[in-house]
T-cell receptor, first 108, second 112 residues
């Protein structure tokens, strides 16, 4: 079993759609949680940290459920510029463990 | 402020050669981590350094080594290159207060 598992992609959605990404992790000792965004052939960029209380940044909402070891990312009102690969990431003692990523393609 | 910088951006080597990759963290960050990303996969952790000491090592062979300098910059060395070492090598700088890591643009290594 992979340490961090994400929904297989790709997700193809129209502009304006709401899209949800789900992720599970296996190590209950994981300390912190993130979503990164990666554009083709570029480096991952930190999108948001994820907290147990949930957090929102504009059109993006992230949730963490430690009991279920589950992380989610919701994107509302998708834009063409949201097209990218979204990486679910957990931090174990300074070591980031990445999921394989879910590709999102937003179409006009 | 400058972000994480890495050099070179691209590199082509042949099997058996060695390579040195360089990274400078964000000013004020004392921790640097290295990751390998092969096509179609998420990055894999190689090393973490903090205040010039190794704090973690991933599941990579001894051909991979790294060090951190007094100015917090870092080098990743790979000896006896194999075709399978072809990947994007990413350096990340850690903001320790929130434990957030910020990546440089990476070095794309091709081994022929």
């Amino acid at each position: 079993r992979k340490e961090v598992e994400q929904d297989p992609g790709p997700f193809n959605v129209p502009e304006g759609a709401t899209v949800a990404f789900n992720c599970t992790y296996s190590n209950s000792a994981s300390q912190s949680f993130f979503w990164y965004r990666q554009d083709c052939r570029k480096e991952p960029k930190l999108l948001m940290s994820v907290y147990s209380s949930g957090n929102e940044d504009g059109r993006f909402t992230a949730q963490l459920n430690r009991a279920s070891q589950y992380i989610s990312l919701l994107i509302r009102d998708s834009k063409l510029s949201d097209s990218a690969t979204y990486l679910c990431v957990v931090n174990q003692g300074g070591k980031l463990i990445f999921g394989q990523g879910t590709e999102l393609s937003v179409k006009p | 402020d400058a972000g994480v910088t890495q050099s070179p951006t691209h590199l082509i080597k042949t099997r058996g050669q060695h390579v040195t990759l360089r990274c400078s963290p964000i000013s004020g960050h004392k921790s640097v981590s290295w990751y390998q990303q092969v096509l179609g996969q998420g990055p894999q952790f190689i090393f973490q350094y903090y205040e010039k000491e190794e704090r973690g090592r991933g599941n990579f062979p001894d051909r991979f080594s790294a060090r951190q300098f007094p100015n917090y910059s870092s080098e990743l060395n790979v000896n006896a290159l194999l075709l399978g070492d072809s990947a994007l090598y990413l350096c990340a700088s850690t903001e320790t207060r929130y434990n957030e890591q910020f990546f440089g643009p990476g070095t794309r290594l091709t081994v022929l």
